[in-house]
Nanobody, 125 residues
Framework: QVQLVESGGGLVQAGGSLSVSCAAS????????MGWFRQAPGKDREFVAA????????SYSDSVKGRFTISRVNAKNTMYLQMNSLKPEDTAVYYC??????????????????WGQGTQVTVSS
């Protein structure tokens, strides 16, 4: 079992920056990849970014590449998402997720085993 708790988020104007974090607890040694997903009202949940827990390889969706940065501090079992140059279309509930065990799939296409409760990010125009 892995528990994930997001924090951060909030309201920011377009062009601004915001950071969200995700603290993992429980069987964290089994984590292979952690990722961020988001869901806007009336839309499907979409992949944002992910990071391999060991090695730090990252992956981003095209919509956030160059604006968002994913990172992690293994000693704190915490993952971060720094969001810069935010746009109104970035408004969504942001969820962190953890994948336990190896997968050959791309990080955006993996099955994630555990999910956080989500944190709201709102970007005003």
């Amino acid at each position: 079992q892995v528990q994930l708790v997001e924090s951060g988020g909030g309201l920011v104007q377009a062009g601004g920056s915001l950071s969200v974090s995700c603290a993992a607890s429980g069987h964290t040694l089994s984590i292979y990849v952690m990722g961020w997903f988001r869901q806007a009202p009336g839309k499907d949940r979409e992949f944002v970014a992910a990071i391999r827990w060991s090695g730090g390889t990252t992956s981003y969706s095209d919509s956030v590449k160059g604006r968002f940065t994913i990172s992690r501090v293994n000693a704190k079992n915490t993952m971060y998402l720094q969001m810069n140059s935010l746009k109104p279309e970035d408004t969504a509930v942001y969820y962190c997720a953890a994948r336990l065990g190896y997968s050959a799939h791309a990080m955006g296409n993996m099955t994630y085993n555990y999910w956080g409760q989500g944190t709201q990010v709102t970007v005003s125009s």
